[in-house]
């Protein structure tokens, strides 16, 4: 059976990435859900991250998705990899579940001339480690300096990534960040939400200083994929469509979803605890 490929975000950060990914990848099916009910997860424990992010995963699952795309760095540090080793031998062998923070620590090195990388994430991001600990792989002995900005992610979803607040606390935390790392000239956007601060903080970067986000990135590392797996992309139907669920409101989610997202948006509800329903056929999807 051939199915839309996954792809999940506590909120509307991951719409910065669909949408990167719809770009390379027109010709795919693909569901969003947004777990907005319980957004932000940035500073909630290892423990709750991992819970939630799975019951988004096997809600997935349920609908016959068998590649789920983590567009969330918080769930991708937190939850990934005891969904992939642990869950997912049990409950679906066959399927596959990917993560942003893998395809960004894979390439970023290549962007510095200093071997000074400077990351801006979530709280549980920064905690978690996963980007020193994975860039090492790739780029041993690349400095890597990390801030955490818990006030981004509210200022995003709250509408308020354009007002003075969202300067103030941007100037803040790349203050800090320079502070501990003056020769920085990459900066990785390492949340999801933060392209649309972008334009504010390319204001107050060091002249020189190259911005990364992740969009791009992602789309390119799982056309790579796919092309790879034919296994997993022969399950991948492709009709060009895309439907969008959120565990809030969908008023909301249509208002906020089409700035991220950069088109209009009717998502539904999606009520994570309701009974089982088997999926609809496949190229079904309303
Ligand atoms: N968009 C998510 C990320 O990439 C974080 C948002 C949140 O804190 O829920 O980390």
Not at 227 to 237: A, L, T
């Amino acid at each position: 059976m051939q199915r839309p490929i996954g792809v999940f975000d506590s909120g509307y950060g991951g719409l910065t990435v669909l949408k990167e990914i719809v770009n390379k990848l027109p010709q795919y099916d693909y569901i969003y859900l947004g777990d907005n009910a319980r957004a932000p997860y940035g500073n909630r424990s290892f423990e709750t991250v991992y819970q939630y992010t799975l019951q988004c995963v096997e809600w997935f699952f349920r609908q016959g998705c068998s590649l789920v795309i983590l567009a969330c760095n918080t769930a991708s540090a937190k939850a990934l990899r005891t969904i992939q080793q642990k869950d997912l031998p049990k409950i679906a062998p066959g399927n596959r579940v990917l993560g942003v923070i893998r395809p960004t620590t894979e390439i970023i090195g290549q962007f510095s001339e200093t071997g000074c990388v400077g990351i801006l994430a979530t709280t549980g991001t920064v905690a978690s480690n996963s980007y020193p600990v994975e860039i090492e792989k790739f780029f041993p002995g690349l400095r890597v300096y990390q801030e955490a900005c818990p006030m981004w992610v509210p200022l995003v979803e709250n509408n308020e990534y354009q007002s003075h607040g969202a300067d103030y606390f941007i100037k803040k935390n790349l203050h800090s960040l320079f502070e501990k790392g003056e020769k920085i000239d990459v900066v990785l956007l390492a949340c999801t939400h933060y392209p649309l601060l972008k334009e504010k903080i390319g204001e107050y970067l060091p002249v020189g200083v190259k911005l990364l986000t992740q969009g791009e990135i992602v789309a390119a590392s799982l056309a790579d994929y796919l092309h790879r797996h034919p296994e997993i992309e022969n399950r991948c139907s492709k009709n060009g469509e895309r439907v969008f669920h959120t565990t809030d409101s969908t008023e909301d989610f249509d208002n906020h979803a089409t700035v991220f997202f950069g088109e209009a948006i009717q998502s539904q509800h999606v009520d994570l605890e309701a009974p089982h329903k088997p999926p609809p056929p496949a190229g079904g999807e309303a």
